[in-house]
């Protein structure tokens, strides 16, 4: 464990990020609790810095330290790719780690990438001297036992999450008072095509089982079609603003969950004003480190998983590519195997791959192979259920020329022949 000082220092932001050294490697929170005062703050004396090495997960807003001009001072080593660093990684300003999100903190923990600096975003101390992480507690606690120096952002809108996110004020060594609302994530329109997935999936979930999805529009839909179910749970790596509703209504209740009844389980969550708030001292909500909710032997004990995960493309034998598109990295490993592992040794479970069955150009997104230089996020020996807009095709214990059957009949009809073709070609006797 770190040291803990004795007392807090209370500093600018230019003040604090002078602790920060040529050479060091430096932790950034992400998703919504990124502390993008600080990271300006460092930015701005990027003269006086060679090779400080950034690493995080997912960060809300601009990520300026992968700009060319900056190269000199500041390397970037992401653990996923979002948006604001994914030129970055393609031009190779900065780097990727492949690694699942719920062995993230042992990189931390096990000293293997020690953490020098780490810069968080943290709610004001309550009358116990208590802060909180607020909405993303995902790898932070593993950076924050393996960092030298805390510097913490106290930002009163950050919400007093339950669940494994307190840290006393006497383990942040300084402190910058900021008062900025958090990034707000606004929902992805849900089109037909998401429409359709989402009642295709909603018929696959069963009353009492136990849910994991994550952000964007097809996650939207399948909430969006739950509002007749009963008795459902939530242990999940993040969740938003869908699931607020099915709280309301009384469909998710976690009753029948082997752990946390009764508790919505999540690592971090991105959403409106409204889903912070919802979270902000709320024992309904257990914001817990990643090695927990992410652990395949955690996920199991729930009944029914339901793991609800996107791909970018699946070859006919079942391969699953959700973080590249070809060579480009796109995103990540994030916690797709986690959960899609959880679920099938679950009771009942149900590990889901959806996607819409063509691209916005009209390429099929079931293809013969994976495109050069595409990755296997997803083995086909873990994938179970596929769902496009056409249906629904179970490759559990189906043999390749089977899965390559299932999978065309699900494909946009304008793509079936060529996929049949290429199924002869690979397959004889197809």
């Known amino acids: ?35 993008q005062t600080l990271l300006t703050a460092l930015c701005d004396r990027s003269e006086d810095l060679r090779d400080v090495e950034i690493i995080h997960i997912h960060t809300e807003g601009p990520a300026p330290y992968v700009e060319d001009k900056y190269a000199k001072s500041f390397r970037h080593n992401a653990c996923f790719v979002g948006a604001n660093v994914r030129g970055a990684v393609k031009t190779g300003n900065a780097d990727y780690i492949p690694v699942f999100l719920s062995e993230m903190p042992i990189l931390f923990r096990r000293g293997i990438l020690p953490i020098d600096v780490a810069l968080v975003s943290v709610s004001p101390p309550d009358k116990h001297g208590f802060c909180s992480l607020g909405s993303s507690i995902d790898i932070t606690l593993g950076a924050l036992e393996s960092a030298k120096v805390v510097i913490a952002e106290v930002n009163p809108h950050v919400p007093r999450s339950h669940g494994d996110g307190n840290i006393h004020w006497k383990e942040i060594d300084i402190a910058v008072e900021v008062n900025r609302p958090l990034p707000a994530a606004k929902p992805r329109e849900v089109g037909p095509v998401e429409l359709e997935i989402g009642e295709q999936i909603a018929n696959l979930v069963e009353d009492g089982a136990t849910l994991q999805m994550g952000i964007g529009a097809i996650p939207d839909a399948v909430l969006a079609q739950l509002g007749n179910h009963k008795r459902l749970g939530v242990h999940t790596e993040m969740f938003t603003d869908g699931l607020i509703k099915l709280v309301e209504k009384g469909v998710v209740t976690g009753e029948e969950k082997k752990v946390l009844p009764s508790v919505i389980v999540a690592t971090f969550a991105m959403g409106t004003k409204k889903l912070y708030d919802f979270i902000d001292d709320n024992p309904l909500v257990a914001m817990k480190d990643a090695s927990f909710t992410n652990d395949t032997a955690v996920i199991r004990q729930n009944p029914k998983v339901t793991a609800i995960n996107s791909a970018i493309e699946i070859d006919l034998t079942g391969q699953v590519c959700a973080d590249s598109i070809g060579k480009l990295q796109y995103s990540g490993v994030g916690g797709q195997m986690d959960f899609i592992r959880g679920a099938s040794l679950s009771e009942g479970g149900k590990p889901i791959i959806a996607l819409p069955s063509t691209t916005s150009r009209g390429e099929s997104k079931i293809v013969p192979f994976l495109r050069e230089g595409a990755s296997v996020t997803t083995t086909r020996a873990h994938v179970h259920y596929v769902v496009t807009e056409y249906g629904v095709a179970n490759l559990f214990g189906k043999n390749l020329r089977q899965r390559a059957k299932a999978l065309i009949q699900i494909a946009h009809p304008d793509h079936r022949g060529a996929l049949e073709a290429a199924a002869f070609s690979r397959f004889e006797k197809f």
Do not use: D, N
């Open 1 to 35: 464990m770190r040291h803990i000082p004795a007392k807090t220092t209370l500093q600018s932001a230019a003040g604090a990020v002078k602790h920060i050294q040529s050479g060091q490697r430096v932790f950034v929170q992400g998703a919504a609790m990124t502390p």
